[in-house]
């Protein structure tokens, strides 16, 4: 992390259709990803397409790093922690799915996700420790960093920002399977933390977590 983005690969799977839809289809993706790509300076060079059961899209995205890249093992005792995004994308989408998340949430979540991030890539350059926050939720993936940059963390759950209805769902018991598989192998200290709260920690996510020099958060649970 720490690279400016250069050059991007896209990887494409249709569901099966016609090809005029097919055409159509593809030109919608190409557009809207060489307008993102575009406003990072960086070009889609290459890829692949295929058919399948399902849309599914990816890219694999290369740049260069003039400094020391940013890693999980750099974060220091006293750093702050900043999220990029506010956390509940996993809860929001799987509630959807499920026909039992509130259209407006969801509409004002996807509006977040399509948000591009680059500004904050640029502010959060001199940050001593990155990391994306997805699969293995918060609690995950800043433990990962805990254990790489041999210090502890400490988050206050009600600094936590999250996305509209995100608690409401996740009290309601509407959590993905792989919450459930996160949670059950792992022991974490859990001192006066509504259980709701602390899953909240522990669910897939889109956003970024960053260490900086900043002061601390106040401390009302340890992960």
């Not at 702050?80 to 506010?86: S, V």
């Amino acid at each position: 992390m720490r690279a400016t983005p250069q050059a991007a690969l896209i990887s494409i799977t249709l569901p099966r259709m016609s090809e005029p839809l097919q055409r159509r289809s593809m030109t919608e993706i190409m557009h809207a990803a060489n307008e993102v790509f575009g406003s990072e300076n960086a070009a889609i060079v290459g890829g692949h397409s295929t058919m399948g059961a399902e849309m599914s899209l990816g890219f694999t995205v290369t740049g260069l790093c003039e400094r020391t890249p940013i890693t999980n093992a750099g974060a220091r005792p006293g750093d702050a922690l900043i999220l990029t995004r506010p956390l509940g994308s996993g809860v929001l989408l799987a509630a959807e799915m499920q026909g039992a998340a509130d259209g407006r949430d969801v509409a004002a979540l996807l509006r977040t996700m399509a948000t591009p991030q680059g500004d904050a890539a640029v502010a959060l350059r001199m940050a001593h420790a990155m990391t994306d926050v997805t699969g293995f939720g918060l609690a995950g993936h800043l433990l990962s960093i805990c254990r790489a940059s041999g210090v502890r963390a400490e988050l206050c759950l009600d600094n936590l920002p999250l996305y509209n209805g995100a608690l409401e769902l996740a009290e309601e018991g509407h959590f993905r399977q792989s919450t459930r598989q996160i949670l059950r192998p792992r022991r974490w200290s859990t001192r006066l933390v509504p259980e709701r709260s602390f899953c909240m920690t522990h669910k897939p996510q889109v956003a970024c977590l960053q260490q900086y020099r900043k002061r601390p958060l106040r401390t009302s649970s340890e992960s």
